[in-house]
């Protein structure tokens, strides 16, 4: 026993020590918060650009005034909804708006001019930086139908499209409406009121203390989306760890440390040591990031605003037990050691990196299916393909995290934790053995040598 710790000690400072390790572990947070803070610097930094609109009516039906109304309300910001000062500011710098602008038409357009006339100079007058108007809407009649041309800058192409798209349409649901005789008051009517539609289900209904927004997606599809975390998370710490122990073996052999080790201690102490070793280097690192993530949760939570605060509380509050907590706990040390031993085995037997890899193609393409059930998981949760995967022993650590938030029956959670146990445990038993004379004789590793390894007795 003393032994192995001292071997687990070893493997755990030669990570701990290392630059690349601290490299490594700053990464993933720095990664994450690129990806947040990017897109929002591109969008700061980013200039506003002011959309100069002219108005053209050639319908001959008097829209001019409507359609420089619409203009005007988008000059002018729109009241904010009740919100706390805090939304507010982050709202404004996430979004930043372009600058809309009504301008007077440029000189040699009027609405007595044909629309061939119309279109014929327009490209011209939009060239001249002189005439004040980076974008003209064009309205003309064709065939009874209201159609609106946007004439813009090549730099604003879409820019005004994007903002005034739905009340252009609006100006010809309420001249159709206008022509048929119908109440204004009533078409308004008819053109705003929709339903209210709610699916709900026993989960959701607490969700709504939760007030609506994310509380509410959290209660629905929370569940699934936090499960596909884990299990994503959960894949890449074992398969991440097992190819430092594959990595770490073959290095040691290859520069004969191996064969130092193993005539000091036993290759159980030392395949022991070396799983303890690299599972307190992932303790290291999952310790350093929770106390990172709690501390800039709290503060995040104490930032926002109270009503922000408290949706998120509550859409949290409840979604894991301790009893998920056991399961999940239960499901990654069974899967970390059932691969971990196996990685460590393969390591045994290849000299090369070269050696390795031959051997780890076909294992990939295997790992590979939990992670393509784990992305269809967030459209089809339920899937019967992924409820009859998770049965199989080998992909157990990996998806039962993605079923495990939702109501299971408990023989479930049996057949796999059981079905899990056994295999697990016979693939660790075949690991230590293959490790052993991978170690001391060498030589490739082959169905046949696997097969030989699993079936010999122990020796007396």
Partial sequence: ???????????????????????????????????????????????????????????????????????????????????????????????????????????????????????????????????????????????????????????????????????????????????????????????????????????????????????????????????????????????????????????????KVLEVLLASTSTESLLIGKVLGVAGVLLTVASIWSVISFVLGTYGLSAAPPEVAASIKAAFNGLFSPLHLVLLAVYFVCGYLMYGVSFAAIGAFCETQKDAQAIMGPVMMVLMIPMLCMQAALSAPNSPIIQYLSYVPIFTPFLMPLRLLNPLPWWEIVLTFGGMLLVGGFMIMVGRKAFRQGALTGGKLTWGTLFRIATEKPST
């Fill in 1 to 255: 026993m003393r032994n192995t710790f001292l071997i687990a000690r070893r493997e755990y400072l030669a990570f701990v020590r290392t630059v690349g390790f601290w490299l490594s572990l700053v990464t993933l947070p720095l990664l994450i918060t690129g990806i947040i803070l990017v897109p929002l610097l591109l969008r700061q930094t980013s200039p506003v650009q002011t959309l100069s609109v002219a108005v053209l009516d050639l319908t001959g039906e008097g829209l001019d005034g409507d359609l420089r109304a619409i203009i005007r309300a988008k000059a002018t910001p729109p009241n904010p909804e009740p919100q706390s000062d805090g939304m507010r500011k982050i709202a404004a710098k996430i979004a930043r708006p372009d600058i809309v602008r009504l301008v007077d038409l440029p000189r040699g357009l009027t609405s007595s001019l044909s629309r061939a006339e119309a279109e014929a100079r327009i490209p011209a007058l939009l060239d001249k930086t002189s005439v004040g108007a980076s974008n003209i809407l064009v309205a003309y009649n064709d065939a009874g139908t209201l159609h609106f041309d946007i004439w813009s800058i090549k730099s604003q192409k879409n820019n005004l499209a994007r903002i005034i798209e739905p009340e252009l349409q609006d100006v010809q649901y309420y001249r159709l409406a206008r022509a048929h005789d119908i109440d204004p008051k009533l078409a308004h009517a008819l053109r705003t009121t929709q339903a209210e539609v709610n699916s709900l289900t026993r989960r959701e209904i607490p969700s709504k203390a939760a007030g609506g927004g994310f509380g509410a997606f959290m209660g629905d599809e929370g569940p699934g989306f936090v499960g596909f975390l884990i299990g994503f998370g959960t894949w890449m710490t074992i398969f991440s760890s097992s190819m430092i122990l594959l990595g770490g073996v073959i290095e040691e052999k290859s520069s």
